[in-house]
Structures are given as structure tokens and as C-alpha cells.
């Protein structure tokens, strides 16, 4: 039997820049699936660095932890406060 070595995952370890981010939270949000958004912006927060994201939004870590998870559901009010955490916007378009 042969051994085969895996190594764990992590999607923020490649969201090296701004760009990376956005196009990664833009493909979330076309999926329209709420829970597979908050849980892109919880991997794009986790890239951004678990620091300096609380202290933009002023939630503390672990409260963005549980509302970015993926059983979290958390209010607009929090999405928005993330999104400009990372520099990001909402925008609205035809579809």
C-alpha cells in the first residue's frame, strides 16, 4: 500500500492581493448563496489578517469568527462593516 501525503487546504493562503480578494468575494456573491458568501468573506478576512479586520469593523474576533463560519448567519449590518473593512463595495446591476 502506498502512503500518499496530504496537506490541509486553506483557500486565504492564495487571496495574496486586493484583486485576488475581489475577484474571490465577486464569484461568492454570484453563487447567491448567503452562506457560501459569508463564508468567502470569513476566508478573505482570515487573508486579510484576523488583526486588522476587528479593529476596522470594531467587532471583536471571535464574534467575526462565528458570523463568517459556515453554520454563521450574520446580520447586513455586519457584512457591509466587513466589506468596507476590506476595501470592498456592494454594487447593484441588472441581471
Request: aromatic share 8%.
Amino acid at each position: 500500500m502506498v502512503k500518499v501525503k496530504t496537506y490541509p487546504y486553506d483557500s486565504a493562503d492564495y487571496l495574496t492581493s486586493q484583486e485576488a480578494i475581489v475577484v474571490y468575494v465577486e464569484d461568492a456573491f454570484e453563487t447567491q448563496d448567503a452562506a457560501f458568501i459569508a463564508l468567502a468573506l470569513g476566508v478573505a478576512v482570515r487573508a486579510k489578517g484576523m488583526t486588522e479586520v476587528p479593529r476596522k469593523t470594531g467587532l471583536s474576533r471571535e464574534s467575526l469568527c462565528k458570523a463568517l463560519s459556515a453554520e454563521g448567519n450574520p446580520e447586513f449590518a455586519t457584512i457591509l462593516k466587513v466589506m468596507k473593512a476590506l476595501d470592498l463595495k456592494i454594487a447593484a446591476t441588472a441581471a
